[in-house]
């Protein structure tokens, strides 16, 4: 079974921290993904990759960093924390580039900034 | 891009009653669609794919979805519910065509099955 972790269940930070959310997936999947969710607004896409060392913006990069040191490990960074990130966090890991994939996500880090 | 739109924001329904999830996308050359659901408290998991072939695509739980690309859509659908079937679903597709190969979600639909 493919799996993805993220690196923390539930997070409470302060405003301006930075915070570090990380993902590791198991199957060599070449693209990874970071979303939030939010509801009503269901999940919008922050950064992907399609490589090591390789990020592209998503629809709401605004923010938001991310890095991609080792093919199996994307972390999505957030610089200076404010109350508007608070949000559900989704990582999801897929197959190759150019072929029509399924997605496969982490259980969601819950994070809230106070 | 693409967009999906996912009509019905919230779904009740009593157990063992037959359920639609509607989906509709906008159009493109090609497309490929998906639909997962989210239990509380957890990520999303795969209900079912169309990539090609047959219209009518079974998934896991009982579910099955009907690919229609005259009208754009993609909707989910169960014969009889069950309590467990009570979490989140969003509709998502996958476009080829922008050079990349993100999805793009609907905004989710809640399903609630009442005993």
């Known amino acids: 079974d493919v799996k993805v972790t993220q690196s923390s269940r539930y997070l409470v930070k302060r405003t301006g921290e930075k915070v570090f959310l990380e993902c590791v997936q198991d199957m060599d999947h070449e693209n990874m993904f970071w979303y939030r969710q939010d509801p009503g607004l269901g999940l919008r896409l922050i950064y992907f990759s399609y490589d090591v060392k390789m990020k592209e913006k998503g629809d709401i990069p605004e923010g938001y960093s991310v890095s991609r040191e080792k093919k199996e490990r994307f972390s999505l960074i957030l610089e200076s924390a404010s109350t508007n990130q608070t949000s559900m966090y989704l990582c999801?890991?897929?197959?190759?580039?150019?072929?029509?994939?399924?997605?496969?996500f982490g259980p969601g880090t819950r994070l809230t900034v106070t | 891009a693409q967009s999906v739109t996912q009509l019905d924001s919230q779904v009740p329904v009593f157990e063992e009653a037959p359920v639609e999830l509607r989906c509709n996308y906008s159009?493109?050359?090609?497309?490929?669609l998906f639909w997962y659901v989210q239990y509380p408290n957890q990520g999303l998991q795969l209900l079912l794919k169309?990539?090609?072939?047959?219209?009518l695509v079974k998934g896991i739980n009982g579910f099955e979805a009907e690919f229609n690309k005259s009208q754009t859509s993609f909707h989910l659908r169960k014969p009889s519910v069950h309590i467990s079937d009570t979490a989140e679903y969003f509709c998502?597709?996958?476009?080829?065509?922008?050079?990349?190969?993100?999805?793009?979600f609907g905004t989710g639909t809640r399903l609630t099955v009442i005993p």
């Open positions: 998502a597709v996958s476009d080829l065509r922008d050079g990349a190969n993100n999805l793009f």
């Open positions: 169309y990539l090609s072939g047959s219209t």
């Open positions: 159009s493109s050359v090609s497309v490929y």
């Open positions: 999801a890991s897929g197959g190759e580039a150019g072929l029509p994939y399924e997605q496969y």
